[in-house]
């Protein structure tokens, strides 16, 4: 028993050292400890082995190599799922990061005055969020109007057109 207990704790342990250790070890190693190999998966099916095993070896008399027999298959399904659940958080895609140069063509509204060959602000959604810019247009437009980015400026300001002209 205390042999089933110990594996299990020292899995735990083990779980423990690949989140502090981050990938170390897979850089290392160049690769060959990722994926079924990696610290996670193994973490999980020793712990899985001692536990079970443990629990099956208290609890039914099939003994110490019936206990190992039934640990494993667990640690083994433990060991599968954790490598699952990896590859799956791996490939989990976030949405694009906005680039200034998607505002060229998005629609704004005039928050203060542009002056002709001067700068205003607008008010535009970048990444789905308003933000207000800087603007600066070719001919003067009034606060309210609707306008079309032309050009990023910087990553403060664009240059812009009224919508309706």
Same mark, same amino acid.
């Given at each position: 028993?205390?042999?089933?207990l110990?594996?299990?704790?020292a899995?735990?342990a083990?779980?423990? !050292? ?14 060959v400890?990722?994926? #079924?190999?990696?610290l ?6 020793l712990?899985? =082995?001692g536990?079970a095993?443990?629990?099956? !070896?208290?609890?039914?008399?099939l ?14 399904a ?8 990896s ?5 989990d ?8 140069e ?14 002709a060959?001067?700068y205003?602000?607008? =008010? =535009?959604?970048?990444?789905?969020? #308003?933000?207000?810019?800087a ?9 309210g ?10 990553t403060t300001?664009?240059?812009?057109r009224?919508?309706?002209?």
């Amino acid at each position: 028993m205390v042999l089933l207990l110990s594996l299990g704790t020292a899995g735990l342990a083990l779980l423990v !050292l690949s989140l502090v250790v981050d990938g170390l070890l897979e850089g290392l190693f160049d690769g060959v400890a990722d994926g #079924p190999l990696s610290l996670p998966v193994a973490a999980g099916f020793l712990s899985m =082995l001692g536990f079970a095993g443990a629990i099956v !070896l208290g609890t039914t008399p099939l003994g110490m190599a019936g206990s190992l027999l039934v640990g494993a298959l667990a640690g083994a399904a433990a060991g599968r799922l954790t490598w699952k659940f990896s590859r799956a958080l791996m490939r989990d895609q976030t949405s694009v990061t906005p680039r200034s140069e998607d505002l060229v063509g998005s629609e704004g509204t005039v928050v203060t005055a542009i002056p002709a060959d001067g700068y205003g602000e607008v =008010l =535009l959604r970048a990444g789905g969020q #308003p933000v207000k810019f800087a603007a600066r247009s070719a001919v003067s437009v009034e606060r309210g109007a609707e306008v079309w980015v032309e050009a990023v400026l910087s990553t403060t300001s664009v240059a812009v057109r009224p919508a309706r002209t």
